[in-house]
């Protein structure tokens, strides 16, 4: 394997969702994997992600406890 194999596997600074710029350090946001592929959102896409995922992390609780 060379060494620049994979790098282009590496989340860029790019939203996944908006495709706008982000600086990571400085507006914040997040960078990873879903899966096996590289993601990227921007703090306002995040923060969208974020309230539309939230009610059901807190439905998944209700149902353990107890």
């Known amino acids: 394997m060379t060494e ?3 790098m282009d596997l590496m989340p860029s600074s790019t939203c ?3 495709s706008c710029e ?3 350090n400085g507006e ?5 994997w879903l899966g096996i592929l590289p ?3 921007c703090p ?6 974020d309230d539309m995922l939230r009610p ?4 998944e609780c ?3 406890s107890g």
């Open 16 to 18: 996944s969702i908006c």
């Open 56 to 59: 059901f992390d807190e439905d």
């Open 44 to 49: 306002t896409c995040y923060a969208g992600l």
């Open 22 to 24: 982000f600086d990571l």
């Open 62 to 64: 209700d149902d353990f």
């Open 28 to 32: 914040g946001g997040i960078r990873g």
């Open 4 to 6: 620049n194999q994979g």
């Open 39 to 41: 993601v990227s959102f």
